[in-house]
């Protein structure tokens, strides 16, 4: 069981720093970009549970199914969507489109009331969409 006190804390802790230290974290997205990219893996995982109470009798079966599709190219994305799983056969040449989201931490550097970038991260690639060549 996860322990609130444990988990809630770090969090707290790091962002008083990011508050007394003055930087601030904003998400930038790029543009849309779009690359080549080749369908290389499909799958299915599907997953069920059962609990059961004995006296009085309590069952309750549940499951879900994760529909795996994997696009290969420059940038390589990972989707668990059954929409998109249905749309492609495996080796079909699609065109992704995705952008990047960045990190941004601002800070007053020379303390004159104007914030500069101290900071610009690349977080991830985001899958927007894919559509077959």
């Given amino acids: 069981m996860i ?3 444990q988990t809630i804390k770090p969090l707290i ?9 003055g930087c601030s974290g904003e ?13 290389t893996n499909m799958e299915t995982h599907s997953s069920y549970s059962s609990i059961s109470i004995i006296g009085p009798v309590i069952s309750v079966i549940s499951g879900s199914t ?9 940038v390589n994305f990972e989707i668990n969507d059954e929409a998109i799983f249905n749309r492609f056969h495996m080796n079909d ?18 303390k004159d009331g104007k914030k500069e970038v101290v900071k610009r991260e690349l977080l991830k690639f985001e899958f927007l969409n894919a559509v077959k060549k």
């Fill in 66 to 74: 994760r529909y795996e599709t994997n696009f290969n190219g420059k």
């Fill in 93 to 110: 040449k699609v065109d992704v489109s995705f952008r990047e989201v960045y990190s941004i931490s601002y800070a007053d550097l020379d």
């Fill in 27 to 39: 998400r930038e997205y790029s543009e849309i970009k779009h690359e080549e990219a080749v369908v």
């Fill in 3 to 5: 322990n609130l006190k």
């Fill in 13 to 21: 802790l790091a962002g008083l720093v990011g508050i007394l230290s």
